[in-house]
Structure formats: C-alpha cells, structure tokens
C-alpha cells in the first residue's frame, strides 16, 4: 500500500521501519552529506512495476539518487526531475521527488535482466547501455532549470557524479546500490551523496577520494545493518561532521482524479472526441502507481472550462 510504513513489533517496542535521508555537514564546512536507506522505496517500486532484478536495480538507483536531490531543493513545492534515457532494454528510466525527498518512478522495460557481469553483480551498465541523463529541476521559476549530460556508464552513480560536475560544477561523491533478493524483492538499497562546497579543505578533499573505494558495496554496507550515520563515517573517516537532521522519506505518488484530467487536456480536441465517439469514456492509468481513472464526456468539458478560468485568472505578465 502506498503511503504505509511497515511496523515491526520488537520486544515489546515499536519499531518504525521506513526508509530515511540523513543531512550532514562537515564541522569546518567543506563539504554537505545525503545518506540514504531506500529499501522501503525500492520494495515498493518493485511491487508496483513488477520488475526483474535487474530493472530492479536500475530503476531503485535512479529512486534513490533522485530521492536525495529532492532534499537539495530550495523551497516547499519544487520538484526535481531525472530522466534516464536509455538506449539499452531498460529504454527510459523516470524519476521524480518533492523538496522532503518523497520520490516516485518508473522503467520503461520492467523486464530488462540480461545476463550478470562476471563479478555476479547485476549488470546495469549493459541494461541501460549509452543516452543520456536529463535534470528538470521545477523550482517555481517562469521556466524550469535543465541540464543534460551523456551517460558515463549507465551504472547511474557515476553518471548522476558527471552530471553535478558538468552541469552544475559542484564537485560530488556518489555511490548507489540495490541488492535484489532470490524472490525479487529488494534486500538493502541505499546511497550516498557528498558535494565540495566552495573553498572546500585540500585534506577534506584527499579524505573523500581515498575512502570512495570504502562504498563501491554500498548495498552490502546496508545489508549488514549498518545506519545512515554510520556509512557517512565510512566516506568521511577522520573528517569530523555534525548531523543536520534525519527525515522518513517513502515512495508517494501525488496523482489526482483533477491532475490526470487535466492532462487529458494536452492531447489534441479532436483525438479525445475520437476516443469518446468510439468508447464512450477517455481511461488513463498512472505511470507511477497504476491507479486507473476514467472520464467523461462531461468530465473533459468541465476541465477545459476549469484551465480556462484558470488561463483567465492568471496576472499579465
Ligand atoms: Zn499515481
């Protein structure tokens, strides 16, 4: 069920598991941290596409990435867009988060699993193959922020890492990872974000590239039960940090009966007659929850009216 966290009942006491973002920053200010454990939201992204591990483990990495970003907006209503467009079998990858890291996805080819690399990691390189990586960051602007990068690799983590140094020149550390159990569910899932903010210490900088090597198993880091804190330490080592917050983050979808007619609204007039001519009612499915609505005739008028008033109502600028 979406928008449920699952209660664990431990010795008597409540133990909420849901994924979280922990926000740190280093004590002499050179550089902030996102620490993820999203293997709440990839179980669910799992359920609700069906995918097989490999799709999985694509589609849990861009979830998690993008999760993350979500946190970096700047006010309540921005949201954050990354678009893998694949040319592998995974083809589109989709992500979308809100500025408390809620996220929603999907994956063009759920059932892209070609076969293991030789190390038995799941090889999402090949499922994604070459194409590119988009950011569409809606911060409430008269037009949103978009930066494209080429893929690296299509193992999301570097790619996600050319994309804040190409496009936005922030220096970033990232690492990701999904581990997919025998009956497909996801067994850990997390990842990690660290940017050099401007003026960043040299000895800060050394830290972060001689412990990267330290998070190249990151799922499996989580998979030992090791917290968000705790996998920070292991990217910063001697650095010293402070812990901003830690906030339950979770797979959401916000789609609404009006929202999705409303987009009704961007196909052309006379395909939507069409369609009512031929079936008598317009139905659409969710992308990301697979909630189904149907319209009406009526329906349709009532929401040409509605972006019509709307149109009406908004300031000349
Ligand atoms: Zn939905």
Redesign the pocket.
């Known amino acids: 069920m979406?928008g449920e966290s699952i209660l664990y009942l431990q010795k008597g006491k409540e133990i909420k598991m849901a994924s979280t973002i922990l926000r740190a920053l280093t004590k002499d200010g050179s550089a902030r941290i996102f620490v993820i454990n999203s293997k709440d939201i990839v179980n669910k992204a799992q359920k609700l596409h069906n995918t097989l591990p490999t799709a999985t483990a694509a589609l849990g990495r861009v979830l998690t990435a993008t999760s993350m970003m979500g946190c970096m907006l700047k006010n309540k209503g921005n949201s954050v867009t990354v678009r893998i467009k694949g040319e592998g079998e995974t083809g589109s990858i989709l992500a979308v988060a809100d500025y408390f890291g809620n996220v929603?996805g999907y994956i063009d080819n759920p059932l892209a699993d070609p076969p293991r690399r030789h190390d038995g990691k799941l090889n999402v390189g090949a499922a994604v193959g070459g194409g590119t990586l988009s950011v569409i960051k809606d911060e409430g602007l008269e037009h949103p922020y978009i930066g494209v990068v080429n893929l690296v690799s299509g193992e999301i983590a570097e790619d996600i890492t050319a994309y804040f140094s190409e496009s936005e020149q922030i220096p970033t550390l990232c690492a990701l990872g999904v581990l997919v159990d025998k009956d497909y569910s996801c067994k850990a899932a997390g990842g990690i974000i660290v940017q050099l903010l401007p003026f960043a210490d040299d000895k800060v900088i050394s830290a972060l590239e001689n412990n990267a090597k330290n998070l190249v198993n990151i799922s499996n880091l989580f998979d030992e039960g090791k917290s968000n804190e705790e996998i920070a330490k292991i990217a910063l080592g001697d650095i010293e940090f402070d812990v901003f917050d830690e906030i339950d983050v979770d797979y959401v979808?916000?789609?609404?009966y009006e929202r999705?007619g409303m987009a009704l609204l961007t196909l052309k007039p006379v395909e939507l007659y069409n369609i009512l001519v031929e079936d008598g009612k317009i139905e659409t499915q969710?992308?990301?929850?697979?909630?189904k609505y149907t319209y009406k005739g009526e329906d349709i008028e009532r929401f040409r009216k509605l972006k019509e008033e709307r149109l009406k109502n908004q300031p000349e600028k």
């Open positions: 979406l929603k979808c916000d789609c609404s999705m969710c992308h990301f929850c697979n909630k």
